[in-house]
Structure formats: C-alpha cells, structure tokens
C-alpha cells in the first residue's frame, strides 16, 4: 500500500494546481481523476451520445478504456490507447464530463483504476469524493474550498489571460450551478469526508497552501 493523499473540493478551489506542485515536492504521482471523467465525457461527443441519456451512456462505457500513462512527471490520459489531454480541457466536455460524471455505471467504471493506483504507488489523488468513496482510508484528507466570489475571480482572470471574452456575474451563477449539481447528485456527491481537513484557499496564496498541506502530509509519514 503506498501512502495516500485525497484531495477533494468543489471546481475553482485550486486542486489540480496545488496538487500538481505538491506531488512534485513530494514525490509522489500525480492522479487527476477530474481527467478520467473528462475522457469519458470526450468519448460520448465523439460517439454523438446525448449525456442527458443516463441508459446511452451506460451502455457505451463499456467500451471505453481510460488509462493513465506518466511522461516526466506529467499526467497523460488515454481513452482506448489514443493520448487525449490535449482535447479534454474544452467547455463542451466539461459540460459532456459534469453530466455523465452522475451515472453509477460511468462511477464503477473509474473507481478499480482509481484504487489500483492508490494501491501500488505513492499518489495525490484529487476528484470529488475521492475520500468519501474512492479511497477511505487514506493517510491525509483534504477538502481545499474558496469562496464562490474568489472562484469565480479567479476563473475569470484565466479567460482575460487567454484573451476571451467573459462576464464575472455569468461565471458565478455557473459555478453556484455546478456546486449545486456536484453536491447534490444521489451518486457520490462532493462532500466532505467526516475525518478530512478544510483548507479554505480564499485568502490563500498557492505556495502558503502547498506549505500548509505539506505540513500536514510529513506528521503522518
Ligand atoms: O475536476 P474537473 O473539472 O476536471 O472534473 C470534471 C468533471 O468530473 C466535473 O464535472 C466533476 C466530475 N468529477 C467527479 O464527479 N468525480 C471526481 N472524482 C472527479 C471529477
């Protein structure tokens, strides 16, 4: 069993950041499930799949083969042998990922991949209910939030550096929407696990969060 580090929380809090620098500092690998579920999401475009259609969807996920390979250090996704991490991070697919991401059978279909990387290595691993569900018994729990005002400023910066378009109010009404559906789904919604940590990140620069999880990680190794 490797040592093993959830993080979970809502879109916006600033996981796969911090969890990307920590895992380097730490040594340890890097698993972004947000990425499998982004896969699968991808897939079901491609396959012209409404994601409204709980029982479509089911049933094509069975085709689907999601698995990780590590280049440097980095995470890669493939979805059945073709490397698609460069073609998850699109709206379409996150909106395709936040819908399918509530069906159980898209759910079981993750969750042995999940462990089994749990199980063999030392892993940061950051989703939704990773310490819920996925891995209970993980060594370090963590919930990282922000506010929905300091999500939704953050996001909005990311669209002005990438020269788009983008209207603060919009996003914040997106973002309380996906809390909403996030924690709220019947199918491992976001929660907090009883025994985890909350870093609130509002106030927080990344190196203090990364400091401050650190921390916490090296008085349980
Ligand atoms: O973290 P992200 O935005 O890349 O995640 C994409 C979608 O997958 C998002 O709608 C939440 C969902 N997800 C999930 O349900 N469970 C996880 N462990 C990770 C992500």
Redesign the pocket.
């Known amino acids: 069993m490797g040592f093993n580090v959830a993080i979970?929380g809502p879109?916006g809090a600033g996981?796969?950041t911090i969890a990307k620098r920590l895992a380097k500092e730490l040594g340890f690998i890097y698993v972004?499930?947000?990425?499998?579920?982004?896969a699968i999401?991808l897939y079901m475009m491609n396959n012209g799949i409404d994601g409204a259609d709980e029982e479509a969807v089911s049933s094509k996920v069975e085709d689907v083969v999601v698995s990780l390979a590590y280049e440097d250090g980095t995470q890669k996704v493939l979805l059945n042998g073709e490397d698609v991490s460069g073609l998850?991070?699109t709206e379409k697919?996150?909106?395709m990922?936040?819908?399918?991401?509530?069906y159980r059978k898209v759910?079981e279909h993750?969750l042995d991949l999940?462990r089994d990387m749990a199980k063999n290595n030392d892993v940061l691993?950051?989703?939704?209910?990773?310490g819920t569900t996925?891995l209970p018994n993980a060594d370090v729990k963590i919930y990282l939030t922000a506010s929905v005002e300091e999500r939704a400023r953050r996001r909005y910066e990311e669209y002005l550096l990438k020269g788009e378009a983008a209207d603060l109010e919009e996003i914040k009404e997106d973002i309380r929407t996906?809390d909403h559906?996030?924690m709220t789904?019947a199918v491992?919604p976001?929660k907090k696990a009883d025994d985890a940590i909350e870093v609130d990140t509002s106030h927080m620069t990344v190196d203090e969060v990364v400091d401050h999880i650190k921390n916490l990680c090296k008085e349980r190794m």
């Open positions: 979970d879109a996981k796969s972004d499930t947000g990425a499998m579920y982004r999401g998850i991070r697919v996150s909106a990922a936040s819908q399918t991401s509530a759910r993750l999940q691993m950051d989703g939704r209910d990773i996925i996906r559906n996030d789904r491992s976001l």
